[in-house]
């Protein structure tokens, strides 16, 4: 059971590209969800899904798209990668939105050059 | 946005010595979930609370939610090094899937 499973783990961007953060889950799972880590900081909220076809903003959305075309996968896309993006990206999944535990990936390490 | 506040923010001990970590909001959870998480990996889950007042125990830890359930604490007894890590809480107001996490509180044990 592989559980989430996020890559690349390492990425180097330049300002101005463009990429796609994979996140797929095998636990069927309708609650999906991703999040950025800073440095001394906790987790924020970029964009989270309660199921295939529905997503929704969190606390810092501006600068990604996402999409959930099916349960198992939900893509983060930075549209023109800036250095404030440089982060590590965590997605997570549970059974549901609310108290379910979420099961974590082990992150992208992103830097914006 | 909701704002959770851990304290305090970095802590070192040693081994043998109790500590307690806290997370406060001005806002009533409607569920409150601690996690730790060590460098290079994200974080696991170590308990969920929903109900005022409720205390849950896992091992060596004990959670206690506020009976307001506007805070929590985590307190470990007797720290061991293995213990080390950051240790984060996250609180969900709507029950709707929008979790906000504090800060943390990055633990570490001498042995």
């Known amino acids: 059971n592989a559980g989430v499973t996020q890559t690349p783990k390492f990425q180097v961007l330049k300002t101005g590209q463009s990429m796609t953060l994979q996140c797929a889950q095998d636990?069927?799972?309708?609650?999906m969800s991703w999040y950025r880590q800073d440095p001394g900081m906790g987790l924020r909220l970029i964009h989270y899904?309660?199921?295939?076809?529905?997503?929704d903003q969190g606390e810092v959305p501006n600068g990604y798209n996402v999409s959930r075309s099916t349960t198992e996968d939900f893509p983060l896309r930075l549209l023109s990668a800036a250095p404030s993006q440089t982060s590590v990206y965590f997605c997570?999944?549970?059974?549901?939105?609310?108290?379910?535990?979420?099961?974590f990936g082990d992150g992208t390490r992103l830097s914006i050059l | 946005t909701q704002l959770l506040e851990q304290s305090p923010q970095f802590l070192s001990i040693q081994e043998g010595e109790n500590l307690t970590v806290y997370c406060n909001s001005s806002?009533?959870?409607?569920?409150l979930q601690w996690y730790r998480q060590e460098p290079g990996e994200g974080p696991v889950l170590l308990v969920t609370?929903?109900?005022?007042?409720e205390v849950k125990k896992l091992k060596r830890l004990t959670f206690q939610f506020g009976d307001a359930r506007k805070d929590s604490s985590l307190h470990i007894t007797a720290a061991q090094p293995g213990d080390t890590g950051l240790y984060l809480c996250?609180?969900?107001?709507?029950?709707?899937?929008?979790?906000?996490f504090g800060d943390g509180t990055t633990l570490t044990v001498k042995p």
């Open positions: 609370v929903v109900t005022g007042g």
């Open positions: 636990m069927n799972h309708e609650y």
């Open positions: 899904s309660v199921g295939a076809g529905i997503t």
């Open positions: 996250a609180g969900d107001w709507t029950n709707a899937g929008k979790s906000t």
């Open positions: 997570a999944s549970s059974i549901q939105a609310g108290w379910q535990p979420q099961h």
């Open positions: 806002s009533v959870f409607s569920s």
